[in-house]
């Protein structure tokens, strides 16, 4: 999906909530943007090994109520290429008012992983 930083709307984004399989994976240590709080980690292409975007490992305190998508694999809008995402038929294109219900997570549940990935 389209995005726009948050922390500067000039940087043009693309963002999933879902990381492309067999594609990417985390680079370096994480790290904390100078606008505010939020926990980083880069993520690089598998193939050409160039940085094309970043993980919000962990969303601060004031970003995450923010307007937001729940979107937290963001990708740099000049490193790669948007593509539909296909409903579970894979026939038609995923439409926001066609999601299917998911459980929700809790706070802990998201803990747990962001140090998991974090050690990476």
Request: with cysteine; hydrophobic share 40%.
């Given at each position: 999906?389209?995005?726009?930083?948050?922390?500067?709307?000039?940087?043009?984004?693309?963002?999933?909530?879902?990381?492309?399989?067999?594609?990417?994976?985390?680079?370096?240590?994480?790290?904390?943007?100078?606008?505010?709080?939020?926990?980083?980690?880069?993520?690089?292409?598998?193939?050409?090994?160039?940085?094309?975007?970043?993980?919000?490992?962990?969303?601060?305190?004031?970003?995450?109520?923010?307007?937001?998508?729940?979107?937290?694999?963001?990708?740099?809008s000049q490193a790669v290429y948007d593509i539909n995402r296909l409903d579970s038929t894979?026939?038609?294109?995923?439409?926001?008012?066609?999601?299917?219900?998911?459980?929700?997570?809790?706070?802990?549940?998201?803990?747990?992983?962001?140090?998991?990935?974090?050690?990476?």
């Amino acid at each position: 999906m389209k995005a726009v930083l948050l922390a500067d709307t000039e940087i043009d984004l693309f963002s999933t909530d879902i990381p492309p399989t067999n594609a990417v994976d985390f680079t370096g240590r994480c790290y904390f943007t100078k606008i505010c709080k939020c926990k980083l980690k880069d993520i690089a292409c598998l193939k050409c090994g160039n940085i094309v975007g970043y993980h919000v490992i962990v969303p601060c305190s004031s970003c995450l109520p923010s307007c937001n998508n729940g979107h937290f694999w963001m990708f740099h809008s000049q490193a790669v290429y948007d593509i539909n995402r296909l409903d579970s038929t894979g026939v038609n294109i995923l439409l926001w008012g066609n999601l299917p219900e998911i459980e929700e997570s809790t706070d802990e549940d998201v803990l747990n992983i962001s140090a998991e990935e974090c050690i990476r």
